[in-house]
């Protein structure tokens, strides 16, 4: 059947949106974690999960503000399968979670984040933008956020959670690669008794991906592609891939069958990014993606609801 035990389950995600919404405070967002954690089944690898994997954009971005423990506390409640966590660097060398390589858009500064010292970028409101820009879910508690740093996220979720972490714009930063790498050694994230996929790595550098393949040959590395890149792409493209991704990671609009079978054939597995709307995520996975990144994590609620 379609719909496994495991999406049935996550169908009733819907009521925790509505408990964190209406108040996240920190001993709320325990309770709500706690009650939920058994939800989330750690497989041997998830790459070979027979669900379509669900790949919390941003964390639970529709939700709450995008790259805050806010968001990623909440895309854990859902019962994501991998929170993604884009990586930039400020000017002391700290890896801190943004999309963006400017702070201009989710904070009350503008500015380069390469520009800002973390102490500098601590000192920000990561929040309040999303309380303006949607108000149906804006709740006082987002006000005054603060930019993580993907220390702090480690130190907050562990081995709780499994990771889908992109190097944003490597060629800006100086060792960014190795600066990830020797974060994940200590908290343990590139043991051997952790199980494979647990932590995925995607760029658009092919250059970034096989410097880490050549520093961590353990770790799984996704490709990303632009829409152009995507349309171009051919079975040679995907056999070069191979050589050091698992994954290929395209702007859904941009692929079709087509696309999916020449990925697959080359032992790749496609991710696209990104889907919120349910019906493309029936179609995307009907092709034979193995997952999406989407910013609304309970997605199978609502697949449900257009379904049934």
């Given at each position: 059947?379609?719909?496994?035990?495991?999406?049935?389950?996550?169908?009733?995600?819907?009521?925790?949106?509505?408990?964190?919404?209406?108040?996240?405070?920190?001993?709320?967002?325990?309770?709500?974690?706690?009650?939920?954690?058994?939800?989330?089944?750690?497989?041997?690898?998830?790459?070979?999960?027979?669900?379509?994997?669900?790949?919390?954009?941003?964390?639970?971005?529709?939700?709450?503000?995008?790259?805050?423990?806010?968001?990623?506390?909440?895309?854990?409640?859902?019962?994501?399968?991998?929170?993604e966590i884009d990586l930039q660097m400020t000017k002391d060398g700290h890896l801190v979670a943004m999309h963006d390589d400017t702070v201009d858009r989710t904070t009350n500064s503008e500015g380069k984040v390469s520009?800002?010292?973390?102490?500098?970028?601590?000192?920000?409101?990561?929040?309040?933008?999303?309380?303006?820009?949607?108000?149906?879910?804006?709740?006082?508690?987002?006000?005054?956020?603060?930019?993580?740093?993907?220390?702090?996220?480690?130190?907050?979720?562990?081995?709780?959670?499994?990771?889908?972490?992109?190097?944003?714009?490597?060629?800006?930063?100086?060792?960014?690669?190795?600066?990830?790498?020797?974060l994940l050694d200590e908290f343990g994230l590139l043991d051997e008794t952790v199980e494979p996929g647990k932590v995925l790595i995607q760029s658009f550098s092919e250059k970034s991906l096989r410097t880490i393949h050549e520093m961590e040959p353990s770790l799984s590395l996704v490709q990303l592609q632009t829409q152009k890149e995507a349309k171009k792409a051919t079975k040679?493209?995907?056999?070069?891939?191979?050589?050091?991704?698992?994954?290929?990671?395209?702007?859904?609009?941009?692929?079709?069958?087509?696309?999916?079978?020449?990925?697959?054939?080359?032992g790749l597995h496609v991710h696209p990014f990104t889907v919120d709307d349910p019906q493309e995520i029936e179609q995307l996975e009907n092709w034979g993606v193995a997952g999406v990144f989407t910013n609304y994590t309970d997605i199978y609620e609502k697949l449900a609801k257009v379904r049934f």
């Open positions: 059947m379609w719909i496994s035990l495991r999406r049935i389950l996550l169908a009733f995600s819907f009521i925790f949106i509505t408990l964190f919404i209406t108040g996240c405070n920190t001993s709320h967002t325990t309770n709500v974690v706690n009650t939920v954690s058994d939800l989330h089944i750690n497989q041997t690898s998830l790459l070979e999960s027979e669900d379509l994997l669900i790949i919390a954009h941003r964390g639970a971005s529709a939700y709450a503000p995008e790259h805050t423990l806010v968001s990623y506390k909440l895309a854990k409640e859902l019962g994501a399968d991998y929170i520009n800002f010292t973390l102490a500098e970028l601590k000192k920000l409101d990561a929040g309040s933008w999303f309380n303006e820009e949607l108000p149906e879910y804006a709740n006082p508690d987002f006000e005054n956020l603060k930019v993580p740093t993907l220390r702090e996220i480690f130190e907050e979720f562990g081995h709780d959670v499994n990771y889908y972490i992109e190097t944003k714009n490597p060629d800006q930063y100086t060792n960014m690669e190795s600066a990830l790498l020797s040679k493209t995907f056999k070069k891939i191979s050589e050091y991704a698992v994954a290929v990671g395209p702007n859904y609009k941009a692929i079709d069958e087509d696309y999916v079978k020449k990925a697959t054939d080359a």
